[in-house]
């Protein structure tokens, strides 16, 4: 029976440590500060800030939420954007995805400066990370490697399949894992015998959005399992992509939903934060 990795004390373990660090720049009379933009009404977007707005509380950040109205015009939010990004009181910087159609994603992204970019999201950010320089990791990928490196097993040399290749969990997962020298597949809808290749994952990362899409035969005997998926299954009940149960009997150690990677993300982002704020001190 796998053994499972512990999402909420991980986070809790991060969120300790960067409490501590907010206190130490506090006391230099440096406040962090994260400011979170949303526009529009998506329930699962106010869901997502509101847990943002408490683990900013938690750690000491101090949080500024803006909420634009679904009306909003790009223009409108791209001086909103240029406004906290000539602040130098904020230290990270992000616009909650996805916005109404009206807005194009990409260019408020770009708007963003690169050192408050503490989603990772920006092209700068991203580039940086794909030719190993120091930037700031997008937080989702970021927290699986970490969900990973918790348990002990090495990572250099394994086989790690990445289902998925979407720009914020897919693509990058996988870049960190080469970057920890896996030998790293990416799998997606147009790959020819998934199953195959995923059962001689040593590690492999689900990020495919589809409940119960990884079943147990999919799964190498002590295989380390992180799920990314948020779903609904029938009964409406928070899933993950895997067929837990099936999985946990065969895998090493696996990632629960809830309770795994989500409270990861959003530690990682705290994590940003900071570095976003200690970076910021130095450099004045
Ligand atoms: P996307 O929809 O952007 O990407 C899904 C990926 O899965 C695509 O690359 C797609 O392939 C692939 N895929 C879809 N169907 C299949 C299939 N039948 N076989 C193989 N591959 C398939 O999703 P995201 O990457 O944004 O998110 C993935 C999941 O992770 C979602 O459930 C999302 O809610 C969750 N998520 C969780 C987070 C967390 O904090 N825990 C954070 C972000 C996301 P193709 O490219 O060919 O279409």
Redesign the pocket.
Known sequence: MAIRIEGKLLAAQVKERVAAGVKELKEKGIEPCLAVIMVGENPASQVYVKGKVKDCAECGIKSLEIHLPAETTQNELLQKLAELAGDAGVHGLLVQLPLPAHIDEKTVIEAIPPQKDVDGFTAVNVGRMMIGEECFLP??PA?CMEMIRSTGVSISGKNAVV????N???KPAAMLLLRENATVTI?????EN?KQVCANADILVA????AG?VTGDMIKPGAVVID????RNAQGKLC??VDYDAAAEKAGYITP?PG???L???AMLMQNTLQAAQKQALAK
Do not use: E
């Not at 799998?187 to 790959?191: D, E, F, I, K, V």
């Not at 990020?207 to 589809?210: D, I, T, Y």
């Open positions: 937080c989702t927290g289902i998925g290749r979407s914020i969990v897919g799998c997606h809808s147009r790959t998934l990020a495919v959005g589809r899409f990314v998926g948020i779903n993950g992509d939903v795994g990677v989500g990861m993300t959003r």
